[in-house]
């Protein structure tokens, strides 16, 4: 259930824990059931996995994936005022294999060297962000990786992703990537 300000933890060690996100107009935290959906398409037990949360927000898709046992999430967000926020849920939940980074989400991906088996993707919905970040998540991704997106509308993989899984909830549309393998 999503309280104003505050979302749960839904699996994991830290399981029906509260973390509270900052009040901004921009942010829309996976609901708990798109989340157990997303959860249970990756198998429960992210143990060993590298993952990346781009446009982290609420910290939401993060903190799941660190709860579940995730060897390294990495956070990315830009507005100030939400990791001040994010630092404080991670403090609080003593997570330290989970590292934050205040950058815009494009440079972080520029500049990173480093490669992941999962990556969260959920911009905020009236901006070109995920058309901007899909193109340069390929090299990103280990091999087997896979992408979760959220986004307005139903996403069209193109030429270079495969819709693994996709579900709706309400005006969201979610769904899990792979690369497009030829041949």
Known sequence: MLLAGKIRIIGGQWRSRQIQFADDAQLRPTPD????????????????????????????????????????????????????????????LAASQVKLEHADARAFLAASPERYDIIFVDPPFASSLLADVLPLLPEKLEEGGQVYVESSDKLLPGDTWSIWKQGRASHVHYCLLNLRRDG
């Open 33 to 92: 059931r798109v989340r157990e959906t997303l959860f249970n398409w990756l198998g429960q037990d992210l143990t060993g996995m590298r993952c990346l949360d781009l446009f982290a927000g609420s910290g939401a898709l993060g903190l799941e994936a660190a709860s579940r046992g995730a060897e390294k999430v990495t956070m990315v967000e830009q507005n100030a005022k939400v990791v001040r926020n994010l630092r404080s849920s991670i403090e609080k």
